[in-house]
């Protein structure tokens, strides 16, 4: 399919003059076949892959229908976590940017409830949320939808898949009847099909199977290891012989993903954890180690790492075989994207070749084993990701921005701007990555230095 403009499209100047400035000249395929009908008023019912370009097909049907003058919620999106909440909230910002006085507002667990009321107060034309916080605040009356003309369903499978079936169907309790509905999900099991069927009015089908340009962009291998106490070899292996800047290992059990993270550091890697269990704060701490690469490994459950949108992923390592081919695709689609390449290793023992025949007959595939890396490089140091993560105890709350930081970092006899990496602010802390051979004197700068004229207390996270 050729990529239409999207000066095609019956949008607002201001939006296609946004657009452009943003460098999104073409659609890409969900977007050139879910846009027309979103913003003709239909309902859509879009399946796409994490990379497809659904956010932004959704955000600009929301932002373009909008009532500026009228401050009450006219769109809602509900996502499963609170990383993609936040993701989607600020593509729906840079869409929006041009129309003046536009507020989005994010609602999600984990984060206390009085200053979401106080938001609330003010208006909104736009809540992202999650399902929970969501039907919280529509079930304490501090958030209205008699207005809203427009709801999003993000991911819909994984909302299920995390069991928040009981809230959503609250929350459609709560809604007009006469909508708008768009629900994106990258696989449709019996659960999402039933709730479309329920929530949505002769809804436009729209599905597109593959995220990438290219299939060759990922390479797919496939290792037979004897038995289940062969794997975390098998996986040191893999990482020693790759040496990837980042890398998710997928488990099948939070258990596992935790015991196997362990191990790894154990064994001298940089390696976190991601799966349910972990605080709000504890999961938001290890997603911007490994988003601003001062950790090079991540071991996540699929639930928990829904929602990542790391551009440059190296490497994914099943160290099982999902449990379904969709979510085979949609493990390994976390690599090779943006044009780049990506390299997807898969682990099974014999007592799971029904498993290999399964993937092969439902993605039309051959599976050849292939030898693992040679032992021998078990003999090597693990190797150390570039950057290092500096916590400051000071955030959003405190006004404090990411340039002050960097001015800290880059002041008289400071670090040069090279070697300061991602920086993250959040309401209460903020972090920082520096490269690994200056975090002492950077560490410094931020210890014996001031931002906004205050002095924070600032640490190195290992």
Do not use: W
Not at 74 to 83: A, K, Y
Not at 124 to 146: Q, S, W
Not at 170 to 197: D, H, W
Not at 329 to 357: M, V, Y
């Amino acid at each position: 399919m050729t990529q239409p403009p999207f000066s095609e499209l019956p949008l607002q100047p201001a939006l296609l003059d946004n657009l452009t400035s943003l460098g999104y000249t073409r659609m890409t395929a969900i977007q050139a076949r879910s846009l027309p009908s979103i913003l003709a008023g239909e309902d859509v019912l879009g399946q796409g892959k994490t990379g497809s370009g659904k956010t932004a097909a959704f955000g600009l049907g929301l932002v373009d229908g909008l009532e500026i003058e009228r401050f009450q919620v006219q769109g809602l999106v509900l996502c499963p976590t609170r990383e993609l909440a936040d993701q989607v909230a600020r593509e729906i910002r840079r869409l929006a940017r041009t129309i003046p006085n536009i507020k989005v507002l994010t609602l999600c667990g984990g984060t206390p409830l009085g200053p979401q009321i106080g938001s609330l107060e003010h208006g909104a034309h736009i809540v992202v949320g999650t399902p929970g916080r969501i039907e919280e605040h529509l079930r304490k009356g501090t958030l209205r939808l008699e207005s809203m003309r427009k709801l999003v369903l993000d991911e819909a499978d994984r909302m299920l898949d995390m069991g928040f079936q009981p809230a959503l169907e609250a929350i459609f309790g709560y809604m007009p009847r006469k909508r708008q509905t768009l629900l994106f999900s990258a696989t449709f099991p019996e659960s999402v099909q039933v709730i479309a069927e329920r929530i949505m009015t002769q809804p436009v089908k729209v599905q597109v199977e593959e995220a990438h340009d290219d299939n060759a962009s990922i390479q797919q291998h496939f290792f037979e290891v004897p038995d289940d106490a062969q794997r975390l070899t098998a996986a040191r292996l893999l990482l020693l012989q790759q040496r990837p800047d980042s890398a998710v290992i997928f488990c099948n059990t939070k258990k596992e993903t935790q015991e196997v993270a362990d191990e790894l550091c154990r064994n001298g890697f940089v390696a976190l954890a991601l799966h349910g269990d972990l605080e709000q704060k504890e999961r938001d701490q290890v997603l911007v180690r490994f988003a601003n690469k001062s950790a090079s490994v991540l071991v996540a459950t699929d639930v928990a790492a829904r929602g990542l949108d790391i551009d440059a992923m190296d490497l994914v390592i099943n160290y099982h075989i999902a449990r379904d081919s969709d979510v085979h695709l949609h493990r390994i689609g976390r690599t090779g994207r943006a044009g780049s390449t990506g390299t997807a290793c898969t682990l099974f023992t014999p007592k799971e070749h029904h498993k290999t025949i399964r993937l092969e007959t439902d993605l039309d595939m051959s599976i050849d084993s292939e030898p693992l890396p040679p032992k021998n490089l078990l003999e090597a140091p693990a190797y150390k990701p570039a950057m290092v993560t500096l916590q400051i105890d000071g955030g959003r709350k405190d006004k404090v921005r990411p340039g002050d930081i960097l001015g800290a970092l880059t002041g008289e006899q400071g670090i040069a701007g090279g070697q300061v990496g991602k920086i993250d602010v959040m309401e209460q802390s903020a972090y920082v990555a520096v490269a690994r051979d200056v975090a002492k004197p950077a560490l410094g700068k931020l210890q014996n230095g001031k931002l906004k004229g205050r002095s924070f207390r600032a640490r190195r996270i290992t």
